[in-house]
C-alpha cells in the first residue's frame, strides 16, 4: 500500500492524500483525505450526498458520490470522512496521468476551483505463457514443444529463453501467441544421474514486463549405455583339437578350461557406467567387467549375459554364447597279469605272460577318439592300442606278450594310457600310469634260498613269512609282544582289549561272543576321565538336578568419606528470598538482583557411613527337578572284567 500527496492548483495551502496500491497493468485507489497547511478549515457537507469527486487515471475517469468533502486545518492532520472513494483502474502501462476535480453541493469556491494532479508508474501487464508438458505428460529431448501465449494487447511481442548448464539459448525473439521449439539432445550431457529435466522458459514482453513457464522433458528411453564383450579361453585346450563343430567363442574343455570374460561398456551424453551384472551359464554371476571363471565343469552350449547400468538407470545387455567341449579323463581297472604259456594258455609255470584290464576314454568328440595304450615289462614294450578305435570302452586281454620270464621271479608291468589330454609332449596332463605284477610260480611253500624268508602259494621272494593262500586259524593266535624290554607271548584279543577295556558299538552284540573274555554291560551312563577330581572306576551323577537353596552370606563395609563439605538448596523456579531475609518472593527472572535463590546447608563434618545385609536372607531356586542333559548320542557299553 502507498501513500501520494497532491496540491490544489487553486490554493496550495489545500493539500489531498491518495491511498493507492499498483500491480501490473493495474491502479487501484483505496481513500482520499484532505488537508489545509496554513491553519484553516475547509469543508463542504450534505448528508443526502451530492458532494461529487472526480478520478481520472490514465484517461479513464471515475465519479465518486461523497457526503463530505473535508479540508481539515493541519493540526488536526489529514481529514478521512471522504466517503466511497475507492475504484479500481486496469489496461494501465509505464507512466499514468492522474487528474482529480471536486464539485461542493455549498458551492465552495476553494474546493469547487481546485484542481489537483500527478502521475503514477504502472508496471505493464505481463503476458501468461504454457505449454504442452507437464510432470505426468514429458515429451522428449528433440521433439517439439509448444508454447501457447495470451498478451495484454494485439502489438505486445515476446522474447523466450531459458538457461541451462551457464548457458542462455533463445527460442524466440518475437513471439507473439505462439511457438514451438524442440530442446536440442546435446543438452542431455547436463543431467548425467537422471532421465528427466525440468527447464524454466523466460517470457519477455516488449512492453518490459515478463513471465515464465517449466518445461517437463526426460531423456529418451533410447539413450542407453553401449556395452560388448569377449570371451577368450584362460587355460589348456589341446592343440590341433577344433573342439566340436557346433563351438562358439573360445576353445572350452570340460574340466580343464576357464573363461576370461571382458566387459566393456560406456555411458550416453554425459553419464558413466555405475554397475555390472555378468551371469555364466552353470557358473554364476560376477559384479566387475573383468574376470575368469573357475573350472568349466558343464559341457554344451552355454551363455554368458553381461548387463550394465549406467547412472540415470538405464541397462543394457550383450549375451555371447560359448560351448564347453564334453570330455573324462580316461581310466583302466582290474589290471591284471597272468603266467601263460606260449599259445596264451595260463599255468603257473608259463614263461610268458598276458594281461587283462578294463578301459575307458572319452569318445563324445571326434577329436578325443584318439588315444595310446603301451605296456612294458622285463624291457619288452607293446603297443595295445594305437589310434582312433571304435570301442572306447571294455575289458581287453592280450595275448602272450612277454616272454623268457624266470618262473622263481616277479615282474613288474608297466602300462601307459594317453589320449589329447594326457600325454607325454608337454600338454595339460602326463600320461596315466598303472603297474601291476607277474607272480613267481604257484608251489605249497618257498624258502627264501640266502635269506630269512617263508612264502606259501608262490616262490619266496623277499624276507619274513608270506601267504598267498587264504589263512584259517582254529585255535588261539599268539604274538611274542615285547613290553619294557620283555617279550611276553600274548594272544592278539588281549593285545587290542585286555581286561579293562570298554568296547562301545551301536550294535547290541557281547564282545565276549567276538573277542572272547567276560565283560559287564554299562548302561544309562555317560564315561568320564579320570583324574585328581574322579577316581577310576568311581560312579556317581544324577540325571536330575534336585531343587536347592542359595544362602547369601552377611555383608558388612563402610562408605569412603568425602570430607566435611555442604549442599546448596535451590528453591523450585518462581520463588526467592530477599537477600538477608526470611521473606519468600515470587520472582519471574533468575537473575533478578537482590534475591537469593538457593542456599548451602550447614556441614556436618567429615564422616561414614556403615552398609551391612541381613546375614539369615537366603533364596531358592523352587521345587522339583531341573533337566541338565547336553546332546548325546547312545551306544551299548561294555567293561572287560577277565
Known amino acids: 500500500m502507498a501513500t501520494m500527496t497532491l496540491t490544489s492548483s487553486y490554493r496550495s495551502s489545500m493539500q489531498i492524500q491518495l491511498t493507492y496500491e499498483v500491480s501490473p497493468g493495474q491502479f487501484k485507489l483505496t481513500s482520499i483525505k484532505g488537508r489545509r497547511t496554513d491553519g484553516y478549515l475547509t469543508q463542504s457537507y450534505n448528508a443526502a450526498g451530492g458532494e461529487m469527486i472526480y478520478v481520472t487515471v490514465g484517461g479513464t475517469k471515475k465519479t465518486f458520490n461523497s457526503t463530505g468533502i473535508y479540508f481539515a486545518n493541519t493540526s488536526s492532520g489529514w481529514s478521512d470522512a471522504w466517503a466511497n472513494c475507492s475504484g479500481t483502474w486496469t489496461g494501465l502501462s509505464g507512466t499514468e496521468q492522474i487528474y482529480i476535480t471536486l464539485d461542493s453541493t455549498q458551492n465552495v469556491t476553494n474546493i469547487d476551483s481546485s484542481t489537483f494532479s500527478g502521475?503514477?508508474?504502472?508496471?505493464?501487464?505481463?503476458?501468461?505463457?504454457?505449454?504442452?508438458?507437464?510432470?505426468?505428460?514429458?515429451?522428449?529431448?528433440?521433439?517439439?514443444?509448444?508454447?501457447?501465449?495470451?498478451?495484454?494487447?494485439?502489438?505486445?511481442?515476446?522474447?523466450?529463453?531459458?538457461?541451462?548448464?551457464?548457458?542462455?539459448?533463445?527460442?524466440?525473439?518475437?513471439?507473439?501467441?505462439?511457438?514451438?521449439?524442440?530442446?536440442?539432445?546435446?543438452?542431455?550431457?547436463?543431467?548425467?544421474?537422471?532421465?528427466?529435466?525440468?527447464?524454466?522458459?523466460?517470457?519477455?514482453?516488449?512492453?518490459?514486463?515478463?513471465?515464465?513457464?517449466?518445461?517437463?522433458?526426460?531423456?529418451?528411453?533410447?539413450?542407453?549405455?553401449?556395452?560388448?564383450?569377449?570371451?577368450?579361453?584362460?587355460?589348456?585346450?589341446?592343440?590341433?583339437?577344433?573342439?566340436?563343430?557346433?563351438?562358439?567363442?573360445?576353445?572350452?574343455?570340460?574340466?580343464?578350461?576357464?573363461?576370461?570374460?571382458?566387459?566393456?561398456?560406456?555411458?550416453?551424453?554425459?553419464s558413466t557406467i555405475s554397475s555390472y551384472s555378468v551371469k555364466v551359464d552353470n557358473v554364476g554371476t560376477y559384479d566387475k567387467a573383468n574376470f575368469t571363471t573357475g573350472i568349466l565343469k558343464t559341457p554344451g552350449r552355454q551363455s554368458v549375459v553381461a548387463t550394465v547400468t549406467d547412472t540415470r538407470g538405464r541397462t543394457a545387455s550383450i549375451e555371447k554364447e560359448f560351448y564347453v567341449t564334453a570330455y573324462s579323463a580316461p581310466y583302466i581297472t582290474n589290471l591284471k597279469a597272468m603266467r601263460c604259456n606260449s599259445s596264451g594258455t595260463l599255468t603257473e609255470e608259463g614263461t610268458y605272460a598276458k594281461i587283462s584290464f578294463d578301459y575307458y576314454v572319452d569318445s563324445g568328440d571326434t577329436d578325443i577318439n584318439y588315444f595310446y595304450i603301451t605296456a612294458s615289462c622285463n624291457g619288452t614294450n607293446v603297443t595295445l592300442f594305437d589310434g582312433e578305435d571304435s570301442n572306447h570302452s571294455g575289458s581287453y586281454t592280450s595275448g602272450p606278450i612277454f616272454s623268457g620270464l624266470s618262473t622263481d621271479l616277479s615282474y613288474l608291468v608297466a602300462?601307459?594310457?594317453?589320449?589329447?589330454?594326457?600325454?607325454?609332449?608337454?600338454?595339460?596332463?602326463?600320461?596315466?600310469?598303472?603297474?601291476?605284477?607277474?607272480?613267481?610260480?604257484?608251489?605249497?611253500?618257498?624258502?627264501?634260498?640266502?635269506?630269512?624268508?617263508?612264502?606259501?602259494?608262490?616262490?619266496?621272494?623277499?624276507?619274513?613269512?608270506?601267504?598267498?593262500?587264504?589263512?584259517?586259524?582254529?585255535?588261539?593266535?599268539?604274538?611274542?609282544?615285547?613290553?619294557?624290554?620283555?617279550?611276553?607271548?600274548?594272544?592278539?584279543?588281549?593285545?587290542?582289549?585286555?581286561?579293562?577295556?570298554?568296547?562301545?558299538s551301536v550294535n547290541n552284540t557281547n564282545p565276549k561272543f567276538l573277542f572272547g573274555g567276560e565283560w559287564s554291560a554299562l548302561t544309562d551312563r555317560f564315561l568320564i576321565g579320570a583324574g585328581s577330581s574322579y577316581a577310576v572306576n568311581a560312579t556317581g551323577g544324577s540325571t536330575a538336578l534336585a531343587a536347592h537353596t542359595h544362602s547369601i552370606p552377611a555383608l558388612s563395609g563402610t562408605a569412603a568419606s568425602n570430607g566435611g563439605h555442604t549442599h546448596t538448596y535451590y528453591l523450585p523456579p518462581g520463588w526467592g528470598f530477599k537477600t538477608g531475609t526470611s521473606t519468600k518472593n515470587t520472582v519471574t527472572d533468575e537473575t533478578a538482583s537482590g534475591l537469593t535463590l538457593g542456599f548451602a546447608t550447614s556441614s556436618n563434618g567429615a564422616h561414614t557411613h556403615s552398609v551391612s545385609t541381613n546375614a539369615s536372607t537366603s533364596g531358592s531356586t523352587g521345587s522339583g527337578n531341573a533337566g541338565n542333559m547336553p546332546p548325546y548320542l547312545a551306544v551299548y557299553m561294555w567293561k572287560r572284567t577277565s
Open 119 to 270: 502521475s503514477v508508474y504502472v508496471t505493464p501487464p505481463a503476458s501468461t505463457i504454457t505449454n504442452n508438458t507437464s510432470t505426468s505428460s514429458r515429451i522428449n529431448f528433440g521433439s517439439n514443444v509448444t508454447f501457447t501465449i495470451t498478451r495484454p494487447t494485439t502489438s505486445t511481442t515476446h522474447k523466450l529463453t531459458y538457461t541451462v548448464g551457464g548457458t542462455t539459448y533463445t527460442i524466440a525473439d518475437a513471439a507473439t501467441t505462439s511457438a514451438t521449439y524442440a530442446f536440442p539432445t546435446s543438452l542431455i550431457s547436463n543431467y548425467p544421474s537422471g532421465t528427466i529435466a525440468n527447464i524454466t522458459v523466460n517470457c519477455a514482453n516488449s512492453n518490459g514486463s515478463s513471465s515464465s513457464t517449466v518445461v517437463y522433458l526426460q531423456v529418451p528411453s533410447s539413450y542407453v549405455p553401449t556395452v560388448n564383450m569377449t570371451l577368450t579361453s584362460s587355460s589348456f585346450f589341446p592343440d590341433g583339437w577344433s573342439g566340436s563343430t557346433t563351438v562358439m567363442g573360445p576353445d572350452l574343455l570340460q574340466g580343464f578350461s576357464t573363461m576370461n570374460v571382458a566387459v566393456t561398456a560406456s555411458g550416453v551424453s554425459g
Open 415 to 504: 602300462v601307459k594310457l594317453s589320449d589329447a589330454v594326457y600325454t607325454d609332449d608337454g600338454a595339460a596332463m602326463p600320461s596315466l600310469n598303472y603297474s601291476t605284477t607277474v607272480s613267481p610260480s604257484a608251489v605249497t611253500i618257498s624258502k627264501l634260498a640266502g635269506g630269512k624268508g617263508v612264502s606259501f602259494g608262490q616262490t619266496a621272494t623277499e624276507e619274513g613269512l608270506h601267504s598267498y593262500f587264504p589263512a584259517t586259524f582254529h585255535d588261539k593266535v599268539y604274538i611274542n609282544n615285547n613290553e619294557n624290554g620283555t617279550y611276553r607271548l600274548r594272544e592278539i584279543r588281549d593285545l587290542i582289549y585286555p581286561v579293562g577295556s570298554i568296547y562301545m
